[in-house]
């Protein structure tokens, strides 16, 4: 069945995957470990965040030397952040981590594997208690499996997911949590690595990690962004395809007990993904994706959750391109980042305040970008956005990383 709709996460993903693979598969299976970086290398630090005006400002420029893309970003306070993501070369792949130390970017070593691996998501609780979840590749079996990362202040070591159907890849792409020991993975499986997504939910309880059954969907389907809702339940988005292949919303709420899937509307005649969700309130929540249909661009696509339903928003009348993203700040305020058409045009971003959208320019470095996380800063009004050049996995791509100040 031939998926149709937004270019969106989930549709990335699968098709990152194949890439990976041809990549590993190129590799002798005795291969050693895909080498990374010394932190204090060429690759180490980037560059340092001055003082800056108003507005999005380009941190790290697309300069480094190898295929490497932003996935996620997350923030404790003006002197500490993570991005994660994943780096390709010709033998193969890495997951990718760099941490902001309050004055400069730095890349961190993670463990290494036999095969192409990524990361989707991050989420920090304490300088010594960050995750990061995503996919490796297994080269034997044809399919990858999940990847979740744990870091102790010192290192990163894996921790062990539950293991899967040796038919099926695994792939986490969200993270969210009530606490530190109540921490949910959300994503999809896939058998062959692209056919038959459906959904997936990881919970971690403070020892272990464990499979959560989530309610079933007629066809394809994933989740691609979470939310705990401060009510100590958690709502998860994303697609699930009709029969005919077009994408329609998707979303599902966990009460404490049991996941329910949650009625959502998509526009008439459009494929719709939601890609992302931000919790202010446990009646007041948002999601974030994108629409598109055969005769134009895609456009982007906003739902509101009052507690009752699920409403569609208005984002700005001139308004084009996916939002992968949306985030909600101390205050109130709501971001969303993502695309737009066009490779001379920078990724842009949104913002939602005295109940309505406006536009916020990135820096014009980031033509041709695509942001696919944008995160406060905790105790201050700043933001950043992470993501990549070249968003279609052409011959070369660079991560963008780019600070908002107030």
């Not at 272990?208 to 939310?227: M, Y």
């Amino acid at each position: 069945m031939a998926r149709t709709g937004p270019t969106g996460r989930v549709e990335r993903l699968l098709r990152r995957a194949v890439t990976l693979a041809l990549a590993c598969a190129a590799a002798t299976a005795a291969a050693p470990p895909v080498p990374v970086a010394d932190p204090d290398g060429p690759d180490g630090p980037a560059d340092r965040v001055a003082p800056r005006a108003a507005g999005w400002h380009a941190v790290r420029l697309p300069s480094a030397p190898r295929n490497q893309e932003l996935r996620s970003v997350a923030a404790l306070g003006p002197d500490a952040a993570w991005a994660v993501g994943y780096e390709e070369s010709q033998a193969g792949g890495a997951p990718l981590v760099e941490r902001y130390d309050g004055r400069v970017w730095r890349r961190l070593k993670v463990p290494g594997h036999r095969g192409a691996g990524s990361l989707e998501a991050v989420l920090p609780f304490g300088p010594g208690d960050v995750w990061a979840v995503g996919s490796r590749s297994d080269p034997a079996a044809g399919e990858d499996r999940g990847l979740a990362l744990h870091w102790d202040g010192r290192a990163w070591r894996e921790v062990p997911l539950p293991a899967g159907p040796a038919d099926r890849s695994v792939h986490p792409l969200a993270l969210a949590a009530a606490g530190p020991r109540d921490l949910w993975a959300v994503g999809a499986t896939a058998h062959d690595r692209t056919t038959a997504p459906r959904p997936l939910a990881l919970h971690w309880d403070g020892s272990a990690w464990r499979t959560v059954p989530t309610p079933g969907t007629e066809g394809d389907a994933a989740l691609l962004g979470a939310a705990a809702d401060r009510a100590g339940g958690l709502w998860a988005v994303g697609v699930a395809y009709d029969p005919d292949g077009t994408g329609r919303p998707l979303t599902e709420h966990w009460d404490g007990r049991a996941w329910r899937i949650v009625d959502a509307p998509g526009e008439d005649g459009r494929s719709t993904t939601l890609e992302s969700v931000a919790v202010l309130a446990p009646d007041d929540v948002w999601a974030a994706g994108s629409s598109t249909d055969e005769d134009g661009p895609a456009r982007p696509y906003l739902l509101h959750w009052d507690g009752g339903d699920w409403r569609p928003a208005d984002p700005p009348a001139d308004a084009e391109g996916q939002l992968h993203a949306v985030a909600a700040a101390p205050d109130g305020t709501l971001w969303a980042a993502g695309e737009q058409p066009g490779a001379a045009v920078p990724a842009f971003t949104i913002r939602y305040r005295d109940g309505a959208w406006t536009h916020h320019p990135a820096d014009p470095a980031a033509a041709g970008a695509s942001f696919f996380s944008v995160a406060p800063v905790p105790g201050t009004g700043a933001l950043w956005a992470v993501g990549s050049t070249q968003p279609q996995l052409q011959d070369a791509w660079h991560p963008v990383v780019e600070s908002y100040t107030p």
